[in-house]
C-alpha cells in the first residue's frame, strides 16, 4: 500500500464539478471544493429536488439537476457519491456520453463488484474511472449535515488498475489532498479485504448487540453501549448493499470473531480468568495501538 500525502505544489482546481447524490458526503466534498475556491461551479445530481435545494442554500452546491440533460456539457471531473449498489450504473451512464478527458470517481465503501460491473460495462472512449473511499462520515444523513473540512486529516483510498493513466491517479489524488485528507493507494481486492475487518465487521457486530440488547434493559444503557452501538444507527438499505458486495471477505472476519467469542465463553464455562484476561489484554493492546 502506497501513501500520498498534501504537498505544497501549485494548487489544483476545476472549471466544473458534478457530485451524484448530494448527501452528507456529497455535500461535504462540494461545501470543501468551493470553500477552498477549487471551483467555481458544483453541480449536485439527485432523485429528490427539495434536498437538492436545500444543499443549494446551504452553499454546498452552485446548482442542481434531477437528472444530467444530454445536451448539457459534461464537467472536468464527476463524483458519484450514491449507494455502492447504482454506482457502476452511474458511472457508465456518465463514460458513455463522455467525448473529453473526464474523469469519473466514486465513494463507495467497496471496489471489486464496482470495478467489475464497470469494466464488462465499459464503452471505451476518453473518460476515466478510478475507484475511491473516503474514510470519514457519520451515521447523520443529509445535505444538511455537511462540513467543508470533514476530510481534513482523514484517510481516502484511492484503487486504481494496472491499465489506469497516472493523469487519472493524479487527477482523484489531487481532489483529496486539497481536501485536506491523506491518500492511500491500493489495490481493490486489499480494499476490500481490509475494510472488511475496520469498517463492516465492525458495523455489523454493533448491529447485532443492539439488536440482542432485551428492549427491557435500554434504560440502563449508558456511554459504553452507546458507543459500541452508535455506527448500528446507519442507514439500513446502504450498509445492506454494502454487505452483499463484500460478502465473501466479510464472512471470513465473522468466522474470526465467532472463534473469539467462543474461546471466551469456553473461559467463562471452565471459570478461567488467565484466558479471558488475555483476550481483554489483547483486545485493550490493540486499540491503545490506534490514535484517536
Known sequence: MNRREPTDSAMKSWNSV???GVGLLGGSIGL????RQLTTRVIGIGRNETSLRRARDLGAITEFATE???ER???DLVIVCTPVGTVARIVLEFARRANDRVVITDVGSTKVEILQSIAAGWPGGPAQFIGSHPLAGSDKTGPE???ANLLQGRTVVVTPETATPAHATDEVTSLWTELGARVHVMTADEHDRALAWVSHLPHVVAAALAAVTPIEHLPLAASGWRDTTRIAGGDTSLWSQIVASNRENLQFTLEAIQQ???ELNQ???HNDPTIWERLLNEGR???DSVAD
Open 260 to 262: 473469539r467469542l467462543q
Open 68 to 70: 444530467w440533460d444530454h
Open 285 to 287: 493492546e490493540r486499540r
Open 73 to 75: 456539457e459534461l464537467p
Open 32 to 35: 470543501g471544493l468551493l470553500r
Open 145 to 147: 449535515h455537511a462540513d
Open 267 to 269: 473461559a467463562l464455562l
Open 18 to 20: 458534478a457530485i451524484v
